[in-house]
T-cell receptor
């Protein structure tokens, strides 16, 4: 995705913690979403951030710094089933309307090893 | 509540043909967005429909078009297919008001020979 950068691949060990970074450059930022996509399946929603700070959701947490154009997804107590692609998406709203547009990063393929 | 459904799930066409893909959003959702996903380009935004009107459009040629019906179901059409149109086409539905979560359908895998 244009102006959104994520590492292409990461590898981690079962039970460990991994942090997937996402940097973006965009105007009209309204929110940042994280999706998980297993091979051959559709993306599923994980979390979103609108304000700066950390949002925790069980084993998954997402952090946002709007001033730095930076977010990360933190996965704790990794399990084999966490092996998937993780997509960062920036939502940009349009002025005076409810319309908006999500731009996705190319995704980070995470491989969890025993 | 049923999720987003897309039909067909798989499709094989030849160059020059045209294709129509269908998407039924989650009940109560009024916005439908379409994306193309390929290994080389990632997830690319095609267009978004809300209340039967196209609200947003990505950078795709005019061969790609869509529409939305009064029941929020949406179709996208690709005319004069090219080999490069082979991709997974994903539809996502949302309430369509401000910042809200998109829920994806299983996708239609299109292969152009």
């Amino acid at each position: 995705g244009q102006n959104i950068d994520q590492p292409t691949e990461m590898t981690a060990t079962e039970g460990a913690i991994v942090q997937i970074n996402c940097t973006y450059q965009t105007s009209g930022f309204n929110g940042l979403f994280w999706y998980q996509q297993h091979a051959g399946e559709a993306p599923t929603f994980l979390s979103y951030n609108v304000l700066d700070g950390l949002e925790e959701k069980g084993r998954f947490s997402s952090f946002l710094s709007r001033s730095k154009g930076y977010s990360y997804l933190l996965l704790k107590e990794l399990q084999m089933k966490d092996s998937a692609s993780y997509l960062c998406a920036v939502f940009r709203g349009a002025e005076n309307t409810n319309a908006g547009k999500s731009t996705f990063g190319d995704g980070t393929t995470l491989t969890v090893k025993p | 509540k049923a999720g987003v459904t897309q039909t067909p799930r798989y499709l094989i066409k030849t160059r020059g043909q045209q294709v129509t893909l269908s998407c039924s959003p989650i009940s109560g959702h009024r916005s439908v967005s379409w994306y193309q996903q390929t290994p080389g380009q990632g997830l690319q935004f095609l267009f978004e429909y809300f209340s039967e009107t196209q609200r947003n459009k990505g950078n795709f040629p005019g061969r790609f078009s869509g529409r939305q019906f009064s029941n929020s179901r949406s179709e996208m059409n690709v005319s004069t297919l090219e080999l490069g149109d082979s991709a997974l086409y994903l539809c996502a539905s949302s309430l369509g008001v401000g910042l809200d979560t998109q829920y994806f359908g299983p996708g239609t895998r299109l292969t152009v020979l």
